[in-house]
């Protein structure tokens, strides 16, 4: 059971240049989301979906761009790389359950650096 | 303002002596759920609890226990005897039953290192 999986794991990239990542759930959960993690600061919320072809902005989403064109797939972009976008990517999916907010199940992350 | 706030940076313990992270959230809703993680130095992370608002009693898993108190607004983890496979980063996160998509509110994260 492969639950939440991101490729690519790690990446270098030079300011300027463009990027996608790939979030894919086989939970068949309707809710799902991207995180940056940085040193001392937790995880930040950038963009979360609450269903195929919704997306949302969240705490932290300047600079990115996703997209949910299947249930299963969240695809976090960056358009035009910058260094302060050096961090550590998770994406995490739950379950909807009216009345009952579910765990979220996150994958390995991505480790992305930008020169 | 924080939502949750977990004010121990760092945490090192000599193994087999217990220890408690602590958890302090902030919430206007009367019906939210709390939950803690762990992120191991492999880097994934990992879900280890969660609690409603309604349920105040204390939860016991193996070495593993967490306190719940309302009047307080803290949630806070024991471990007892620690073990070196115990260090590791703990989050405590605050989901609010009213906010769209199960946005969950992330605190700053506890470091525990267990010295054998």
């Known amino acids: 059971n492969a639950g939440v999986t991101q490729t690519p794991k790690f990446r270098v990239l030079k300011t300027g240049q463009s990027m996608t990542l790939l979030c894919a759930q086989d939970m068949n959960h309707e809710y799902m989301y991207w995180y940056r993690q940085d040193p001392g600061m937790g995880l930040r919320l950038i963009h979360y979906?609450?269903?195929?072809?919704?997306?949302a902005k969240g705490e932290v989403p300047d600079g990115y761009n996703v997209s949910r064109l299947k249930k299963q797939n969240f695809l976090l972009g960056l358009e035009s790389a910058a260094p302060s976008q050096t961090s550590v990517y998770f994406c995490?999916?739950?379950?909807?359950?009216?009345?009952?907010?579910?765990?979220?199940?996150f994958g390995d992350g991505t480790r992305l650096s930008i020169l | 303002a924080q939502k949750v706030t977990q004010a121990q940076t760092e945490i090192s313990v000599v193994e087999k002596e217990d220890v408690t992270l602590d958890c302090v959230y902030e919430t206007r809703d009367t019906t939210y759920y709390l939950f803690w993680y762990k992120q191991p130095p492999s880097g994934e992370l990992v879900f280890l609890i969660r609690r409603n608002s309604f349920d105040e009693q204390n939860e016991i898993s193996g070495r593993y226990s967490w306190n719940f108190q309302k009047s307080t607004s803290s949630f806070n983890f024991t471990i007892t005897a620690s073990q070196v496979v115990d260090s590791a980063v703990y989050f405590c996160?605050?989901?609010?039953?009213?906010?769209?998509?199960?946005?969950?509110?992330f605190g700053t994260g506890t470091s525990l290192t267990v010295i054998p």
């Open positions: 995490a999916s739950s379950a909807l359950q009216s009345g009952s907010n579910q765990p979220q199940h």
């Open positions: 979906s609450v269903g195929e072809g919704t997306t």
């Open positions: 996160a605050l989901s609010e039953e009213l906010n769209t998509g199960n946005q969950f509110y």
